[in-house]
């Protein structure tokens, strides 16, 4: 599509070391925060144009222990004016961390739209080596262009994490990982014994559900466990035991070693699907050439998962489309 078909997205920005220089490209403490214009940021990240249509606003220019209730105010009018206008799908904050949970909870509770508002900085400066800037920000502009953000409340987007504005912080003074929400990862807490709810109902994104009462038996999965040197004999021992799926507790991202590929290959052709789940117990495995991504579960979810896929049907499309 044109340019011009693309969601519209408005940077304000107010600086931050996502908008740091310094005369050193190993410095990622000592910089000056602030110093890089909003144009500036955007000419370093010229994808933003494949998924927005994007304009920058500067708004301030300064670290974040300097963002005062005048510079929020006037932020958070400015944004209500820009997402009332119809081409603007969403708006994207560049902010220093510091004080960005501040500025976006603020925001969380100011702003009344559905769009998006999303919050973005960085822990090095944009002349560092490997500067998280960039990166975060086309995360951000993405989630700002996105339907899937909508009716979200204000989000913080920071190391390929989406926070809620609400609930997260910084937890770390120099760290990349430093926003965390952790304990409102949680549902919930009891408080007193009473129980004490940190959302309202929400399900699991595209959970599945089964009807299981015509069901008397599961077929049969196994989980094969990744480390170095291992290779295809497990596999297809499993196979020809009578496995009818296997899920695969794969080092990293879910990587099948070389030496296994043609096994796995060969079980998928005969219509036995291999889930490539995770054994670091966290993240969610992505879609490669190989298997089937496991999607957010973990190995052993994966299989009691697979069993019931399977009770269901065989196509190998449809098998793929729980997990992936
Ligand atoms: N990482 C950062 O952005 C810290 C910076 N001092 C600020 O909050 O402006």
């Known amino acids: 599509a044109e340019?011009?078909?693309?969601?519209?997205?408005?940077?304000?920005?107010?600086?931050?070391?996502?908008?740091?220089?310094?005369?050193?490209?190993?410095?990622?403490?000592?910089?000056?925060s602030g110093d890089i214009g909003v144009q500036q940021l955007l000419d370093a990240v010229p994808e933003l144009e494949d998924v927005a249509?994007?304009?920058?606003?500067?708004?301030?220019?300064?670290?974040?222990?300097?963002?005062?209730?005048?510079?929020?105010?006037?932020?958070?009018?400015?944004?209500?004016?820009?997402l009332a206008t119809p081409d603007t799908h969403g708006v994207v904050v560049?902010?220093?961390?510091?004080?960005?949970?501040?500025?976006?909870?603020?925001?969380?509770?100011?702003?009344?739209?559905?769009?998006?508002?999303v919050m973005v900085g960085a822990m090095r400066p944009a002349t560092a080596i490997s500067a998280d800037g960039p990166f975060n920000l086309l995360e951000a502009v993405t989630l700002a262009a996105s339907d899937k953000a909508m009716g979200r409340g204000a989000m913080i987007v920071i190391n390929d994490?989406?926070?809620?504005?609400?609930?997260?912080?910084?937890?770390?003074?120099?760290?990349?990982?430093?926003?965390?929400a952790i304990e409102q990862g949680y549902l919930g807490a009891f408080v007193s014994s009473q129980p004490h709810f940190y959302y309202e109902p929400a399900e699991p994104t595209n959970k599945p559900s089964f009807d299981i009462s015509n069901i008397d038996s599961l077929p049969k999965v196994d989980i094969l466990y990744g480390y170095q040197d291992a290779e295809s004999s497990l596999l297809t021992a499993a196979i020809d035991n009578g496995?009818?799926?296997?899920?695969?507790?794969?080092?990293?991202?879910?990587?099948v070693p070389k030496r296994m590929e043609e096994a796995v290959k060969k079980a998928m052709a005969d219509g036995i699907p291999v889930i490539r789940s995770t054994r670091t117990g966290n993240g969610i495995v992505s879609p490669k050439e190989m298997g089937i991504g496991s999607g957010v579960y973990n190995p052993q979810k994966a299989r009691i998962l697979l069993m019931l896929v399977l009770s269901q049907t065989d196509d190998m499309e449809k098998?793929?489309?729980?997990?992936?």
Do not use: C, W
Request: charge should be neutral; aromatic fraction near 8%.
């Open 3 to 32: 340019p011009a078909d693309k969601p519209g997205v408005t940077i304000f920005a107010t600086g931050g070391t996502i908008a740091g220089s310094s005369k050193s490209n190993t410095d990622t403490t000592n910089y000056t």
């Open 53 to 82: 249509t994007v304009t920058g606003e500067q708004i301030a220019n300064t670290g974040s222990s300097n963002i005062d209730q005048a510079i929020l105010l006037k932020l958070s009018k400015a944004i209500n004016k820009q």
């Open 94 to 117: 560049t902010h220093g961390t510091d004080t960005l949970e501040e500025t976006g909870f603020f925001l969380d509770l100011t702003v009344d739209s559905d769009k998006p508002v």
């Open 161 to 180: 994490r989406i926070g809620s504005a609400f609930y997260t912080t910084k937890t770390n003074a120099i760290m990349l990982d430093t926003f965390k």
């Open 243 to 255: 496995a009818k799926g296997i899920v695969l507790a794969s080092t990293g991202n879910g990587s």
């Open 319 to 324: 098998i793929r489309g729980y997990f992936e």
